[in-house]
């Protein structure tokens, strides 16, 4: 904190005029982040996470993650063990709508709080600097907000994710109508800002095909209908206001023998109108003034897959009800919690932000769609994608034995993965963890469970519990991790074979120094633990 006491009475009136002055007219999002009681959640311990096999699913290794706990301890946690690899993030935050939906500090937060709107920044402001962190060059984040604190969210993740990265905003149309409790204009709709990591290195988007567009827009055929399928016609024509390039201006054969030039100019080259008109790819269309020419655009794609379409900014025909009869089918009816989110909202976006191979987190997880909708995307195209989501129990005094993450999140995900009613089963796993808080000066105590679990997430993709064996490997003859809880030199034979099949080792120990001493290969980077885990935890010192 800056030292004023040697400023004089003036010299402080100066410098409060020029900080009014800065203030008045900087453009952006300001709160009164110091005037607010500090978010108790945010604390310099060490955070470690503990397995709970009776309350993971499937067999281990297991490939997706349930974590219980608030969700800035599970942020910092996963910036140790994630930073750089997730995908694609989608989260459905507090809305800040003053009904009971927003805790800060163990309490609701009403709309007659003045520091409302300031807590609730404040309180994102910290997660979504983490969240940041997490993902890739050409990762993606979703984030759902409505009225309330739409204002708020669109200059806050400008100024953490810069507004060169700003991709879209969906605005998704929740209900189709009904209803009058509102005085003036029935709201019908919520957003979805997207941001990139980096808005450059984000591919495309695209959706899946969509029947009813191949019906509305692939209207033609020819003699590759079998093969490629319907074709859709594009205008070869540029019609823009620009200057014509010479080279694009040039006449082309039309089907009478009369040559057609354009008003301005062709998209392509002549080389290519040629090479395509060779091959029957564009398509004539007689006028009253002569010909129209477009080339053919066919349903099926060069690698032999049907087009996909470009997603709208608006959203239709998916709406609140739906998400709350997905909720209820897994409760037996019951309504276990409000207005929880479309899997189908959540499909739409893994089907543009995360790719079959990928790792989507969600780390206000509430009832757990997101896990269900990347199931659902897994069961329909074969992918591999894997979902990390954080919950916390929420617990609080009216409600002590409350617990969402693991009743209600877990639970859910859990029906999904094995089936229901006349769901069938969509298959998966999920291993269960719980956030432990360690004081930065205690780390010594971490315990080999939860060292083994911190490792395994850096540098695998798979998860397996602590067994209590002289030396735990996990890797292959390419590369192997191993974890060594305490070296004994009768340990040393069994460990120089195990670094020798493998191509290339990590090695985590107690006691690096002695161990190379033991084991001296090129191959092997020795690691001391838990200096390891507290210099990737960000920990100084």
């Not at 690899?85 to 309490?107: L, S």
């Not at 937060?109 to 962190?133: G, I, P, Y």
């Not at 291993?431 to 997430?457: D, K």
């Not at 040393?492 to 084991?519: F, G, N």
Request: with cysteine; proline share 5%; charged share 25%.
């Amino acid at each position: 904190m800056p030292k004023y006491d040697h400023l004089s009475k003036d010299e402080l009136v100066r410098l409060l005029a020029a900080r009014d002055r800065r203030d008045a007219t900087r453009f952006g999002l300001v709160w009164e982040a110091n005037e607010i009681d500090r978010d108790k959640a945010i604390n310099s311990d060490f955070v470690a996470l503990d397995l709970v096999p009776e309350q993971s699913v499937g067999a281990a290794p297991w490939r997706n993650l349930i974590i219980e706990g608030d969700n800035f301890d599970a942020l910092r946690y996963l910036r140790m063990t994630h930073a750089g690899r997730v995908k694609c993030i989608y989260i459905d935050p507090p809305y800040n709508t003053g009904n009971r939906d927003f805790v800060y500090n163990d309490r609701f937060v009403d709309t007659n709080d003045s520091w409302r709107h300031s807590m609730w920044c404040e309180f994102m402001h910290q997660r979504l600097s983490l969240a940041k962190d997490l993902l890739r060059e050409d990762g993606v984040i979703f984030v759902s907000i409505d009225d309330n604190e739409m204002p708020a969210l669109a200059m806050l993740m400008n100024k953490v994710f810069g507004n060169a990265n700003w991709v879209s905003t969906f605005i998704w149309k929740k209900s189709y109508g009904g209803g009058s409790k509102s005085k003036h204009v029935l709201g019908v709709h919520e957003y979805v800002f997207c941001f990139a990591q980096s808005k450059a290195m984000l591919d495309d988007f695209w959706l899946p095909p969509d029947p009813s567009a191949e019906k509305r827009y692939y209207k033609y055929t020819d003699e590759y209908v079998k093969t490629r399928g319907p074709y859709r016609i594009k205008p070869l024509e540029a019609t823009k206001s620009m200057d014509a390039r010479p080279n694009l201006v040039f006449p082309i054969p039309a089907p009478d023998g009369t040559e057609v030039m354009p008003k301005r100019q062709w998209w392509w080259s002549k080389d290519r109108v040629m090479r395509t008109l060779s091959e029957n790819g564009l398509h004539f269309t007689k006028t009253k003034t002569g010909w129209s020419i477009s080339y053919k655009q066919y349903l099926i794609g060069e690698d032999g897959e049907a087009r996909g379409v470009k997603p709208f900014s608006i959203i239709d025909g998916i709406y609140t009800q739906q998400g709350t009869d997905d909720l209820r089918r897994l409760f037996d009816d019951k309504v276990v919690l409000q207005f929880p989110k479309p899997v189908a909202l959540i499909e739409r976006f893994l089907q543009i932000g995360c790719g079959p191979n990928d790792i989507c987190l969600d780390f206000f997880a509430g009832s757990g769609t997101t896990a269900q909708a990347v199931l659902k995307q897994n069961a329909a195209d074969g992918g591999k994608r894997r979902f990390i989501l954080v919950s916390n129990a929420e617990t609080n005094a009216e409600e002590p034995d409350k617990n969402l993450c693991r009743d209600i999140c877990a639970r859910r995900v859990q029906r999904a993965i094995d089936g229901y009613g006349d769901s069938p089963a969509l298959g998966g796993d999920f291993a269960y963890l719980r956030c432990r808080r360690i004081a930065a000066g205690r780390l010594v105590e971490i315990e080999h469970a939860q060292v083994w679990a911190a490792l395994q997430m850096i540098h695998r993709e798979t998860l397996e519990p602590f067994a209590e064996t002289e030396f735990l490997c996990a890797g292959d003859e390419e590369s192997t991790l191993i974890y060594v809880p305490r070296f004994t030199s009768k340990l040393a034979p069994a460990l120089r074979k195990a670094v020798q099949e493998s191509a290339a080792v990590i090695l985590y120990s107690w006691q690096p120094e002695t161990l190379q001493q033991h084991i001296r290969s090129s191959h092997v980077q020795h690691e001391a633990i838990p200096e390891s885990l507290a210099r990737r935890f960000g920990m100084k010192g």
